[in-house]
């Protein structure tokens, strides 16, 4: 896939989902709600503060449910799904870690057995198509299992969205494996695991440069010839601050469109910053929508 809109066109063709919003009262989250619910992607349930949801969107007519704090609106968020009345759940303006601990409350949660990691698509105008970066939002020190869970997931999510092959990079500061840095040990025994890869259409280079795994110009000067070299889909970062830095920049320096989910729960959670603009977050629940048809 080559853009964004992309993924909204593919969203539209579904079936609307019930999009539980946790924590709605805020205009851009608002915003894009509605205009996915316009376009016919979802059937909004807004959790919140419902004076001022109402202030925000006088015309709407779509359910509120009363919430008075943010535990109070991820957990009734949380529950609609876990009730059936949702099939896909959102961020609103709260933060990650108290939506994040209410999808996974042992008791109370939604959590499917499987590890929970976020994954971002970015639109740029340096790149021929999309790039999914996982993980900048969840996972903070991922272990090398956790990776290939992360990594796994983003797989499952790009099989969603159509994609029979996909070239997966390891990102990390060198391509030489140094026992004295983790990382690299890591990216060279995810690589290895064709067994579990394979079968998503799935090639794997690692460890690499963020070079290396974008450029192709790149890899003829370093005569890089790894089959994959410059044409990566994923992005596997080592570390939370590796992939959020990297989102970060790719919105706030080249102005990349974007649009985040996190996966690995009963259903999927559109989640992208508070700072996000409706348009991003509007990308992101058609995103979910499609993962989750």
Do not use: W
């Not at 990382?183 to 799935?202: H, K, L, Q, S, W």
């Amino acid at each position: 896939m080559r853009s964004i809109s992309e993924i909204i066109e593919l969203a539209k063709k579904g079936e609307p989902r019930v999009i539980a919003v946790a924590a709605a009262h805020d205009k851009d989250v608002l915003t894009a709600v509605d205009t996915a619910a316009k376009a016919g992607l979802c059937k909004p349930i807004l959790v919140g503060n419902g004076t001022a949801i109402k202030e925000l969107m006088s015309d709407a007519a779509y359910p509120i449910m009363e919430a008075e704090t943010d535990e109070d609106c991820a957990q009734i968020a949380v529950k609609l799904v876990r009730d059936g009345a949702a099939n896909c759940l959102m961020k609103g303006i709260l933060p990650t870690g108290t939506l994040i601990r209410a999808v996974l409350n042992k008791e109370n949660g939604i959590r499917s057995g499987k590890l929970l990691s976020h994954v971002m698509a970015y639109e740029t105008d340096i790149y021929d198509k999309l790039l999914f970066n996982t993980d900048g939002g969840v996972n903070v020190a991922p272990t090398l299992e956790q990776k290939a869970d992360i990594l796994e997931n983003a797989a499952k999510m790009l099989s969603s969205l159509g994609y029979k092959t996909m070239t997966a990079a390891c990102i990390c500061g060198a391509e030489q494996v140094n026992p004295k840095i983790p990382a690299t040990v890591d990216a060279n025994e995810i690589a290895a695991m064709t067994d579990r890869f394979t079968p998503y259409g799935m090639t794997i280079i690692g460890p690499v440069g963020l070079d290396l795994a974008i450029s192709k110009a790149a890899c003829a000067h370093k005569h890089f010839e790894q089959v994959g070299g410059g044409d990566a889909d994923i992005l596997l970062f080592p570390n939370y601050e590796a992939g959020n830095v990297m989102g970060k920049t790719l919105t706030y320096f080249s102005g990349a469109k974007s649009a985040g989910v996190v996966v690995g729960a009963k259903v999927p959670i559109v989640l992208v910053s508070r700072a996000d603009t409706a348009e991003t977050k509007m990308s992101s629940i058609a995103l979910g929508c499609v993962i989750g048809g």
